[in-house]
């Protein structure tokens, strides 16, 4: 069964230091691995989608990178605007083509 | 571009009663998906719909919850009778296809309070 891990679960950060946040997972056959923000109240927003070992994609102050077990998104000095949930998710090559979502890490910005 | 469109934004029920909730996609979305998110996790997906087929309803506990998509467009989530670990939000989310290279664009969710 796909399974998506996300730690921590709770991060908090002083304006302007930088840190990562992991995703592991265990999925047969990666489609996709994806990196969406959740504010509170709100839905899920679409930041940036990882297909192959090696990628990398960029984003202002975010940067998410994959490996064949896990998914770092790496934020640069950030700022208060930067707090939020971040959720990781996979999509499998066969079968369903469902994403299955981790529980988050719940990132705060302190100013 | 008008995104997700859900209603209503918060709902409060007893447990056994019955309650609807409704989501219109980004205009020429084929796929839709109904997500619940319960506080504290990320969203599971309870049912997929390419136009107005199903395409993936294995996490819906069909007992209880059912859905539709009127003529490939809007579409309704119903739950009939509720329990209380049904308190959640009910988020919509509308890609232009199926598939990885499509973004998943999600509605603001509804939250479901099952006293």
């Known amino acids: 069964e796909d399974q998506v891990t996300q730690s921590p679960e709770a991060l908090r950060l002083q304006e302007g230091e930088s840190s990562s946040l992991n995703c592991s997972y265990t999925v047969s056959g990666l489609r996709g691995l994806f990196w969406y923000r959740q504010d509170p109240g709100k839905g899920p927003e679409f930041l940036f989608t990882?297909?192959?070992a090696g990628e990398e994609k960029e984003k202002e102050r975010l940067k998410a990178t994959l490996t064949k077990k896990e998914s770092f998104l790496h934020i640069t000095a950030p700022k208060p605007e930067d707090s939020a949930t971040y959720l990781c998710a996979v999509r499998r090559v066969q079968g369903a083509q469902k994403l299955v979502f981790g529980q988050g890490t719940r990132l705060t910005i302190n100013p | 571009e008008a995104g997700v469109a859900q209603s209503p934004r918060y709902k409060i029920i007893e447990k056994r009663q019955s309650v609807a909730f409704w989501c219109n996609p980004i205009s020429g979305h084929a796929t839709l998906y109904w997500y619940q998110q319960i506080l504290g996790q990320g969203p599971k997906l309870l049912i997929q719909f390419q136009n107005n087929g199903v395409v993936d309803d294995s996490q819906l506990p069909k007992d209880r919850f059912s859905a539709e998509r009127l003529k490939g467009v809007d579409s309704t989530l119903k739950i009939q009778p509720a329990k209380l670990e049904d308190s959640a939000v009910y988020l919509c989310?509308?890609?232009?296809?199926?598939?990885?290279?499509?973004?998943?664009?999600f509605g603001p969710g509804t939250r479901l309070t099952v006293t």
């Open positions: 989310a509308s890609s232009l296809d199926a598939g990885s290279f499509y973004e998943q664009y």
């Open positions: 990882l297909y192959s």
